[in-house]
């Protein structure tokens, strides 16, 4: 059975941390592929850094490893940082389980997000900053968002074998 936990309601102090100083959790089993990474950087640079890294007061990452590797990706010489020092051993494990989860269990409400699509589309924002692929957002509408493949795919030589872009979904033969 497990042991009851004593809730504890820290203050939350934001703190501005070298990049360099932050060091990824070992037992981190999340993983973040080039692509992800260049994703969240994109995000940040759009939207600025909102989302803090949390981390122990020895600067091992709890929460935000993708967001570290952006924002070396972006040369950004600091990031901002909540301290979990709260947190026991256990707990700061099974958050950084729990924080990569948890949003894995929900669900999108499909018809909001078309329409939240659409009206980003009226305003002429770049919907792949939202994180989604050009193929998933084409799937999402009846009219596709990109007729014209990106500038650097090379043309559809006609052959038989049909190739798909692991970053943006664009497929081509």
């Not at 972006?74 to 729990?98: C, E, F, M």
């Not at 919907?127 to 009846?142: A, I, S, V």
Request: some cysteine; proline content about 6%; aromatic content about 8%.
């Amino acid at each position: 059975m497990p042991k009851k936990t004593k809730t504890v309601r820290p203050s939350i102090k934001l703190q501005q941390v070298k990049t360099a100083d932050l060091i990824p959790f070992a037992g981190n089993s999340r993983e973040h592929s080039d692509a992800q990474v260049s994703q969240i950087a994109a995000s940040i640079r759009e939207f600025g850094f909102l989302a803090p890294v949390i981390a122990d007061d020895d600067n091992t990452i709890i929460a935000g490893h993708g967001r570290v590797l952006a924002a070396e990706k972006l040369g950004l010489p600091k990031v901002p940082v909540v301290r979990a020092s709260h947190l026991t051993d256990a707990q700061r494990r099974a958050y950084v389980i729990a924080d990569n989860k948890l949003s894995d269990n929900s669900a999108f409400e499909f018809d909001i997000l078309r329409g939240e699509f659409d009206q980003l589309r009226e305003l002429d924002f770049d919907l792949e900053l939202t994180g989604f692929t050009r193929k998933e957002l084409d799937k999402m509408f009846d009219d596709p968002l990109y007729d014209d493949p990106p500038d650097d795919f090379p043309e559809d030589d006609g052959g038989d074998n049909t190739h798909t872009c692991p970053s943006c979904g664009y497929e081509w033969r």
